[in-house]
């Protein structure tokens, strides 16, 4: 059974907190010579002690299992740096405003990656009064198919999911927008500024 938890997490973040592991120990209600099995891998702390030692270690449980922590950088919430992870199982859409830990059905999830759009994933942007109209040229079949298209201001994100056999197509208000993204299911993000379509 692979561990949930590594004993160079738990001992990374001990290190961080300035804590010897009596103190960690103290703070958990185990014995230090469990925080040293724990953390030379002969040994895994009990499931019920996660949520009591991800506090104790000032993280959340997810960081604590993945062994990373997350510093979200963007305080002042400019939503052009916006992140959005996409489930591989079930194609949930998930938005975060900065650095985030993200699972879904058991996967852990990275943001998708903008690129240029190519010729497969070419868009027409049309201004229509006090909208955006944006249009892929793209397939839309069950297999294939454009998952959403996001517009993103520096103080909004306008999302609007998509559907195979639908129209790959949106409106959004023009509010400041400056970055138009969409996500292929297969070939990943893809982004283009409308001001200098």
Excluded at 28 to 38: E, G, L, R, T, Y
Excluded at 102 to 122: K, T
Excluded at 153 to 171: C, F, M, T
Aim: hydrophobic share 35%.
């Amino acid at each position: 059974m692979n561990q949930y938890v590594t004993g160079e997490a738990i001992r990374t973040l001990r290190d961080k907190n300035r804590y010897t592991q009596a103190e960690l120990a103290a703070k958990i209600n185990v014995s230090d010579k469990a925080v040293s099995k724990w953390e030379t891998g002969k040994g895994y702390p009990d499931i019920t002690l996660l949520e009591p030692l991800a506090k104790a270690l000032n993280v959340s449980i997810t960081e604590l299992i993945s062994g990373n922590s997350v510093t979200n950088t963007n305080v002042s919430a400019n939503m052009f740096r916006s992140k959005f992870y996409v489930c591989p199982v079930c194609g949930n859409v998930i938005h975060s405003m900065g650095e985030a830990v993200i699972h879904c059905h058991g996967v852990a999830l990275a943001p998708a990656e903008e690129e240029e759009p190519d010729r497969q994933h070419s868009v027409i942007i049309e201004i229509v009064e006090d909208e955006y109209f944006v249009r892929i040229e793209h397939e839309m079949t069950k297999k294939h198919y454009i998952s959403f298209i996001t517009a993103l201001s520096p103080d909004r994100v306008q999302i609007v999911k998509l559907y195979p056999e639908g129209n790959a197509e949106a409106r959004f208000k023009l509010n400041g927008v400056r970055k138009i993204c969409w996500y292929c299911n297969r070939d990943g993000m893809f982004s283009i500024d409308p001001r200098k379509k």
